[in-house]
């Protein structure tokens, strides 16, 4: 199975896992991983952690940007392979046990047609409890600092999260990165795109140097300036 890993930063790796990423942060104990990919994804995860030097069961805290499928359908194999804990944002917190449905991921006219959502949801998540329901502004409970960011728009639980030590945000799907440019995240797949803009004036707070998305390459050196103007487009 192919392994493809982007290190983007010592310490922090994004691994491509077929039209979605993960992310692994190094913490100097056990690593922290954001995002698990597709229900599918377990084994080339598996592949890419023991390229980095892990084994799955190395990590023991799973955090998540969001619920759609593409990032969250792969955590039930993953807690049964390795018990590590789940971390989610206290919006999307039941959702996890299915007390309730899966919200749309399709909006729009594209959504509209209602087959679309359904197909989704078919490869969405299992019942898979959190452990660790996150808010804003928070530490990821870990040795290294890791801060939570409640950056809703692209879901009402959508989070970011920031290592100050590396100058780095990882923001999920809160921002594309297309053709060297910066953009909010896609009107279709988006919850609520007024509340997105928000969020990315939000992340003009932030100190870095480094950003890291779900779907795209990384952008790095100018993040800061990026977003600064990105934010100052939107109005």
């Known amino acids: 199975m192919t392994v493809s ?14 039209a979605t990423s993960a992310t692994l942060i190094e913490t100097g104990d056990s690593p922290v991983l954001i995002d ?24 023991s805290l799973v955090a998540m940007t969001h619920y759609h499928p593409d990032h969250s359908g792969g955590m039930e194999a993953f807690r049964n392979k390795t018990g590590a804990h789940l971390a989610v944002h206290d919006a999307e917190a039941l959702i996890y046990t299915s007390e309730l449905p899966i919200p749309p991921i399709m909006y729009g006219w594209k959504g509209g ?18 452990d660790i329901i996150l808010q804003d502004k928070e530490m990821l409970p870990s040795v290294a600092d890791i801060e939570v960011i409640h950056t809703p728009g692209h879901t009402a639980g959508s989070v970011s999260f920031y290592i100050p030590s590396k100058q780095t945000l990882i923001v999920g799907d809160a921002m594309m990165y297309k053709h060297g440019k910066l953009s909010p995240p896609h009107s279709t797949f988006s919850h ?12 003009t707070q932030y100190d870095c140097s480094v950003v890291c998305f779900s779907h795209y390459p990384p952008l790095i050196g100018d993040a800061q300036n990026q977003i600064n103007e990105l934010a100052a487009s939107v109005g």
Request: aromatic share 8%; glycine share 8%.
């Open 5 to 18: 890993i982007t290190t983007v930063v010592n310490g922090i790796h994004q691994i491509h896992l077929g």
């Open 36 to 59: 698990v990919g597709w229900k599918w994804s377990y084994n080339r995860l598996k592949d890419s952690l023991r390229a980095l030097g892990y084994y799955p069961e190395d990590i």
């Open 113 to 130: 047609f209602g087959i679309l959502n359904p197909l989704l949801n078919l490869v969405g998540m299992h019942p898979t409890p959190a």
């Open 192 to 203: 609520d795109n007024v509340v997105a803009l928000d969020s990315i004036r939000k992340l």
